[in-house]
């Protein structure tokens, strides 16, 4: 992995992944002083309450009962607790944690907004034929984005939800995976599909519902799956996939899997319950599993200043014992070598990685939401226009001779022309049948749901037009 790494200081450890272990960078814990007037309150002479950090060191046995180890008979402060997570060292003196660190965890990157790569950077080396496809696309991205919104507009599909502002996120990290790389989304990544093959064809299948659907129009516009793709189908349930690909990465575990799984998480889903859960037993269990929180400021309407006083999402990983990084979301090529060292790791130490990607949603949270409402239009232009992940990373192929004017308007003529042929396709396949809704869940039909069919052919007989004419019933 480390000869893939370009830099001028020649290091993959420079790439720094937050850790609770003593082998990685720690910051020490902040030590908030105790009120003298409580000191008086509890009989405690007045002292100065140290700032020195506490001790502690990971310990892997389980299942050992906890004792007092002394280590030293005239010193009563010396005294260790024995746990069977690890040793703790006893104090006299008391102290809290401070709720905030002395300085906000970095966000690494390593291009600038103008593409430009950022002096002593060090990233995974990305070839030229690489590069194109990443940047190709999320120009299919970008325009999908574009004539699938339309498209919902005109009334031609019901639902819609754009990656706008977020491509890089997901095609970087697509690209730093294998196809044997199981992934869990949430429902902002169809980047990743894009990456492994999936076509537009089956995106617009998918978003008009029709009979070349794989989830023959059960579920509503841009809930994608391929089981060819190693893409579990989205659940619009937030986060409820983070748990699931933690039991999944374990089973790649237990199999030896030369593989890991990742799944991704909004900064609204760093609010469930699922999520803490997950991460708990990933560490627990030590599963392969990376954990992308794409972190865009927005979930719907509720700001990430109404969703945690932390320092972020990066460092809840520290508190279940994960190895964490936070990444500009918006650098392709910074997203890439993060996930691919986090792959790296995931598989060849087995443990869970958290990445938080840094972005900002520049679209509406979907076509039922007005997001100039609640947020200043000159923000989402500012990010719109001045730091779109889009345009840096072609500034950054440009500047290596391997992209040009005439490459450009070749690939947004040919992503436009597929796309508009893909839509018009789709909407000539016929819808599945109305038997569908009731099938492959049963080998036989329980009774309640023979009668409910029976009673919706009923229905739709009798109001015909309050049901599509081109379901087959």
């Given at each position: 992995m480390i000869n893939r790494f370009k830099s001028k200081m020649g290091s993959l450890g420079l790439i720094h992944f937050s850790s609770w272990s003593s082998s990685f960078t720690r910051k020490s814990p902040v030590l908030v002083p105790f009120p003298a007037s409580l000191t008086q309150n509890l009989r405690i002479p007045e002292r100065k309450f140290g700032n020195s950090p506490a001790h502690f060191r990971f310990c892997s046995r389980r299942f050992e009962s906890g004792k007092v180890e002394t280590l030293s008979d005239d010193v009563d402060a010396n005294q260790v607790l024995d746990l069977p997570e690890g040793k703790v060292k006893f104090t006299p003196e008391m102290r809290f944690i401070s709720e905030t660190a002395k300085e906000r965890e970095s966000c690494y990157r390593v291009l600038d907004d103008n593409g430009k790569q950022i002096m002593c950077s060090n990233y995974a080396e990305v070839g030229p034929e690489v590069a194109v496809k990443m940047y190709t696309d999320m120009v299919v991205l970008q325009t999908m984005d574009i004539i699938f919104y339309e498209a919902q507009r005109q009334g031609r599909i019901s639902f819609y939800l754009t990656t706008v502002g977020e491509e890089a996120i997901n095609i970087a990290s697509a690209a730093a995976l294998t196809l044997d790389d199981i992934v869990l989304p949430q429902y902002r990544e169809p980047g990743v599909l894009i990456w492994r093959g999936f076509t537009v064809q089956e995106f617009a299948n998918q978003c008009f519902s029709n009979k070349a659907d794989y989830g023959k129009g059960r579920q509503m516009p841009i809930h994608y799956g391929s089981n060819k793709h190693n893409y579990f189908t989205v659940a619009s349930t937030v986060a409820s996939q983070l748990p699931h690909a933690v039991g999944v990465a374990y089973s790649l575990k237990m199999d030896r899997k030369d593989a890991c799984v990742v799944t991704y998480v909004g900064d609204g889903g760093t609010s469930e319950g699922d999520f803490h859960a997950a991460l708990n037993f990933a560490a627990v269990t030590e599963a392969p599993v990376i954990f992308i929180c794409r972190n865009n400021g927005w979930a719907i309407s509720t700001p990430t200043s109404d969703q945690f006083r932390s320092d972020g999402v990066v460092v809840k990983g520290r508190a279940y014992g994960i190895r964490s990084i936070r990444v500009d979301g918006n650098d392709a090529l910074a997203m890439y070598s993060a996930v691919y060292a986090a792959r790296e790791m995931a598989i060849s130490e087995q443990r869970p990685i958290l990445i938080e990607a840094l972005t900002y949603r520049v679209g509406h949270h979907s076509t039922s939401d007005d997001s100039t409402k609640y947020r200043p239009?000159?923000?989402?232009?500012?990010?719109?226009?001045?730091?779109?992940?889009?345009?840096?990373?072609?500034?950054?192929?440009?500047?290596?001779?391997?992209?040009?004017?005439?490459?450009?308007?070749?690939?947004?003529?040919?992503?436009?022309?597929?796309?508009?042929?893909?839509?018009?396709?789709?909407?000539?396949?016929?819808?599945?049948?109305?038997?569908?809704?009731?099938?492959?869940?049963?080998?036989?039909?329980?009774?309640?749901?023979?009668?409910?069919?029976?009673?919706?052919?009923?229905?739709?007989?009798?109001?015909?037009?309050?049901?599509?004419?081109?379901?087959?019933?």
């Open positions: 239009v000159d923000e989402i232009e500012l990010w719109k226009v001045e730091r779109d992940p889009v345009t840096r990373f072609r500034k950054w192929i440009e500047r290596n001779g391997w992209w040009s004017g005439e490459a450009e308007i070749e690939a947004r003529n040919s992503a436009r022309k597929q796309i508009l042929h893909a839509i018009q396709e789709a909407e000539k396949v016929e819808k599945p049948p109305v038997a569908d809704i009731f099938t492959d869940v049963y080998d036989c039909l329980p009774s309640n749901l023979v009668e409910q069919e029976k009673r919706l052919r009923e229905t739709i007989k009798r109001h015909p037009q309050d049901y599509p004419s081109d379901v087959p019933v």
